[in-house]
């Protein structure tokens, strides 16, 4: 099996697995245990966040572990709602939101759940070339909003959307930016989380994107922006995520963080040379097939495709059975039927009659892995069109059909 669907997950670096396991014998107590085992696991645990902001340059209280980046992107925006709605017994509203049309669902769900609840949403439409208007930007930006959330990296297409300028506008008002960099982390640099106290950026970042465990993620929260939990039931992290720390899983997260940061730039350039490659093999030898987001610039690691005349689950099955893990998109859109609001806000009608493919690279994708991939897929790809053809001319020469 062809492996190429890191966007979905990594498998655990041999590095992130050998540090959990030395953690194991030691960080197996509660680490708010008062005891000598729990001051052990507390001591570990905190070497890690410590590890975590200095890579990120922040302070270690601005660095708070949870469950997934599912779960940040939530307690960011729900998080900081429920504190901007407080004064609303004292006369304010349910307040404003503003985020881009191309967000991932752990973003743009809770948008509409918020939506419902009254607060206003703004969603800023992206152009394929990873540009966006600067005019709308200011428009959605006054009246103030509690909070702007824009992905780095799109999810499904490897689109880069444009930070500087919301940088730029966000501190130029003082409106809180939070940055979902789940596919970004360890690929493209990344603005510094150096304290902006009128207009402070927080950052969600999720382990198992990048070699390290499940279920282990980074929400930053910095110390001059009020935000409340989700979740009730105890003191951990600061009262703002309750519950009983993973000390294993926030090592692991340290450990392969620190990897891809470090190797970021060669690592790169690497899978630029890899997906570029991909790319020209699939498209050399079926011209008809459209690359999603090839005006703009991109992650080095997502290649999306649009193969027209075909479906997305019969495509990404016939893959599977060649040895070929891909998927369509976004995991968490897995079986949803039709092109998804991605490509609808980038495409619009012409996202329609297309299959999707993503094809995306990681930490242990090989050139012979890629060149092997594009030989498969071209084949696959081939067969079926030939089919839906020869499907075609049977319909239309036999009516009874």
Partial sequence: MLYLDHAATSPLRPEVLDAMDRARSVAWANPSARHEPGRRARGMLEDARERVASILGCSPREVYFVR??????????????????????????????????????????????????????TRLGIHR???????????????????VSIQAVNSV????????????????????????????????????????????????????????????????????????????????????????????????????????????TSEAERLTVLRSGLETRILEAIPTIRVHTSEGPRAPHILHLGVPGLDSELLLAALDMEGVAGSAGSACRSGVPGPGPTLEALYG?????????????????????????????????RRMLEFEGNERETSVGNPAR
């Fill in 68 to 121: 997934g980046g599912t779960e940040a992107n939530n307690l960011a925006i729900q998080g900081l709602w429920r504190h901007a709605s407080q004064p609303a017994a004292a006369g304010g509203g349910p307040g404003r939101l503003v985020i881009s049309a191309l967000e991932h669902s752990s973003v743009s769900e809770p948008a509409d759940a918020l939506e419902a609840l009254g607060v206003e949403v």
């Fill in 157 to 264: 297409t490897g689109l880069r959307l444009p930070l500087d300028p919301v940088l730029s506008a966000t501190g130029a008002r003082g409106v809180p930016l939070h940055i979902d960099a789940v596919q970004a982390i360890g690929r493209i640099p990344l603005p510094s989380l150096e304290d902006r106290p009128d207009s402070p950026v927080l950052m969600t970042i999720s382990g198992h994107k990048l070699g390290g465990p499940r279920g282990s993620a980074v929400l930053t929260v910095p110390r001059s922006l009020p935000c409340r939990p989700l979740l009730f039931g105890g003191g951990q992290e600061r009262g703002l995520r309750p519950g009983t720390e993973d000390v294993e899983a926030a090592l692991g997260f340290a450990t392969a963080l620190s990897i891809a940061t470090d190797a970021r």
């Fill in 349 to 381: 009608n012409e996202a329609g009659g297309h299959a999707s493919l993503r094809l995306s690279l990681g930490w242990n994708t090989t050139a012979a892995e890629v060149e092997e991939a594009g030989e498969r897929v071209v084949s696959v790809i």
């Fill in 129 to 147: 070339d990873g540009s966006l208007s600067e005019e709308a930007l200011g428009e959605a930006l006054s009246p103030h909003p509690f909070l």
